[in-house]
């Protein structure tokens, strides 16, 4: 599944581990991640993130 | 234990939350000369810009709910440290005692000493405050000119022109990004940064900014002139060192740490932009964040050393990624070169080989093999036998891996 790393602080999104401390179980694509969700590391949005490929 | 946090950034608010995670009982006072609850600074492009509206450019507003206990001094500055009775002093008479204290001080934006950098309509972008003046005087006011071209003025001017003013970019240097591209890359940014519609102008020393009461254009050294109505300098930024100086901790371009994040008293520490660790002054993100979260662990008597931060390799820069790596521009003999470009679309890839291993590399308009292209150069990697090959779009990194 795809990774997405956030621009600001290099905090990367991995779906097979969710993000615990926001509540988001493992699974979860980024998509699918609310509008509300920020990085955890720096809190940022969504916006900043881009595709790891 | 008492701990008392000057700052409300990145590395102040971090190192908050990284404390209350790790120890219920300690008490935490956070000072912040802002009013502001914490916000990500990269916030303030997306904000500017109209992308992001005023209500979302805050972040983690549940570490200040009263459940954790942080005592929040918003808007509070703290105006001196009196280090050998181990309490701090604001700006409005209070006095906190602290076990640790963390300088989180920050940086503030730098401002060349040029004659009409007071005038009104001239700003810098770090704060809030500052995103708001600027959106304020652009209702009326947008003839843009913004004073440096690295990486802060171009998003800047970028965001700008999102909002439908009329941009120039000024910079000193003859080429953009001297330091990551070399000048056929530079050529290509400056390009599609012109496509936009923000013009460009380089190898441009300025004079003097213009104006009576208000900014009215900017001179040249040249002797030619633009003109602005709304200037934005973005010249950098210097580490904010007056409390640590005042106090008689040893400073030198930052507030100088050891790798425990402790300042030249053991019981001050510093974090973020406004430290230097061995001799470095990071300026970025996660530096702010790695040295915050090891300098919360050691106030509380946790080891947890810092040995430094690895920048990335790749940025973004209007809209194009960037990834720079080692000798881009080999100034000795012996350097093989290798070049691939699509000047249309802002692709350019560079190689430099030294007997056959990879010493350098530009990866622009791609992010494909970005990571991979900068390992192989962190590695030295010899790629002699796939050298012709490695620059095309279809090239395979796993097969090489
Ligand atoms: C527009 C913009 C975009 C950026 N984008 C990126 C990016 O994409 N990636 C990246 O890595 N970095 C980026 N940066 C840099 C990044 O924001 C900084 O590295 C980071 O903010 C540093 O955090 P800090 O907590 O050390 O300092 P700061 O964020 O400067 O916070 C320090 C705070 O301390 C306060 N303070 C200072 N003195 C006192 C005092 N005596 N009493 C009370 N409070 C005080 C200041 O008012 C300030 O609020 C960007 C910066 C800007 C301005
Ligand atoms: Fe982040």
Redesign the interface.
């Given at each position: 599944m795809e990774k997405w790393e956030c621009q600001a602080c290099g905090y990367v999104y991995d779906p097979a581990v969710g993000d615990p401390s926001n509540g988001v179980a493992p699974g979860a694509k980024f998509e699918d991640l609310p509008d509300s969700w920020v990085c955890p590391q720096c809190g940022v949005g969504k916006e900043l993130f881009s595709k790891v490929d | 234990m008492k701990i008392v946090i000057v700052g409300n950034g990145?590395a102040g608010t971090l190192a908050a939350k990284t404390v209350r995670e790790l120890d219920q009982e300690a008490g935490i006072e956070v000072f912040g000369e802002e009013k502001y609850a914490?916000?990500?600074r990269?916030?303030l492009i997306?904000f500017l810009a109209g992308?992001?509206p005023y209500e979302?450019l805050f972040?983690?507003p549940e570490i200040w709910s009263t459940r954790q206990r942080i005592g929040l001094h918003f808007g509070e500055r703290v105006a001196r440290i009196r280090p050998d009775e181990r309490i701090v002093e604001t700006g409005t008479g209070g006095i906190f005692p602290y076990d640790a204290l963390l300088l989180a001080s920050g940086a503030r934006a730098a401002v060349p000493p040029l004659t009409g950098s007071g005038l009104k309509g001239v700003f810098v972008l770090r704060t809030l405050d500052d995103a708001l003046a600027i959106l304020d005087r652009l209702r009326t006011h947008a003839r843009v000119a913004v004073l440096g071209g690295g990486l802060l003025g171009l998003e800047i001017a970028r965001a700008m022109r999102d909002r439908g003013a009329e941009v120039s970019v000024v910079e000193i240097f003859d080429r953009l990004l001297p330091r990551q591209l070399d000048p056929a890359a530079a050529g290509i940014l400056k390009h599609q940064i012109e496509k936009t519609g923000i013009s460009v102008r380089l190898g441009a020393v300025s004079r003097e900014i213009l104006g009576a009461a208000e900014v009215r254009g900017i001179r040249f050294e040249s002797g030619d002139e633009v003109e602005a109505d709304l200037v934005v300098i973005a010249a950098g930024v210097k580490p904010e060192l007056a409390l640590a100086k005042d106090a008689g901790l040893t400073v030198e371009r930052g507030i100088v740490v050891d790798d425990s994040l402790r300042t030249s008293r053991p019981e001050i520490f510093a974090a973020g932009d406004a430290a230097e660790h061995r001799g470095r002054v990071y300026g970025i993100?996660?530096a702010s964040?790695e040295q915050a979260r090891a300098a919360a662990h050691n106030m509380l008597g946790m080891d947890m050393p810092y040995s430094g931060t690895v920048p990335?390799n790749t940025l973004?820069v209007a809209g194009l990624y960037v990834t720079s790596a080692g000798e881009v521009n080999p100034e000795a003999r012996g350097h093989e070169v290798l070049v691939r470009s699509v000047p249309e679309t802002g692709l350019y890839k560079k190689i430099v080989l030294k007997e056959g291993r990879l010493v350098g590399a530009i990866w622009m308009g791609t992010?494909?093999g970005a990571?991979e292209i900068g390992r192989f150069v962190a590695l030295k990697k010899d790629v002699e036998i796939r050298k012709g090959d490695l620059l095309e779009d279809t090239f395979d990194f796993a097969e090489m891996s």
């Open positions: - | 990145m914490y916000y990500p990269p916030n997306e992308r992001l979302k972040a983690f993100i996660p964040f990335s973004k992010k494909k990571s």
